[in-house]
Nanobody, 117 residues
Framework: QVQLVESGGGLVQAGGSLRLSCAASGSIFSINVMGWYRQAPGKQRDLVAHVTSGGFTKYADSVKGRFTISRDNAKGTVALQMNSLKPEDTAVYYC???????????WGQGTQVTVSS
């Protein structure tokens, strides 16, 4: 079992930065992939970025060059550094962990990110 707790959301002006953090607890060594998703009102939940236990990263095209995902496998934490934020980045951001080679998935509670123009 894995539990995820997110922090770091808030209100920021366009062009500013935020850093989101997610801490996993429980069977952290069973986690293969950790990532961030976001969901704006009326829209589907989409992948922002993820990182595997081996360090492979993937980013949505809309955030490439602006966001950076990092992970500490030993601590069971993942962070998302968000720079040059745009109003289009406004959404609820969710941490996700995939464990046991895809057989289990866990979600955090979500944290609101609001970018004003």
């Amino acid at each position: 079992q894995v539990q995820l707790v997110e922090s770091g959301g808030g209100l920021v002006q366009a062009g500013g930065s935020l850093r989101l953090s997610c801490a996993a607890s429980g069977s952290i060594f069973s986690i293969n992939v950790m990532g961030w998703y976001r969901q704006a009102p009326g829209k589907q939940r989409d992948l922002v970025a993820h990182v595997t236990s081996g360090g492979f990263t993937k980013y949505a095209d809309s955030v490439k060059g602006r966001f950076t995902i990092s992970r500490d496998n030993a601590k069971g934490t993942v962070a998302l550094q968000m720079n040059s934020l745009k109003p289009e980045d406004t959404a609820v951001y969710y941490c996700k962990a995939t464990a046991n080679w895809g057989s289990d998935a866990y979600w955090g509670q979500g944290t609101q990110v609001t970018v004003s123009s």
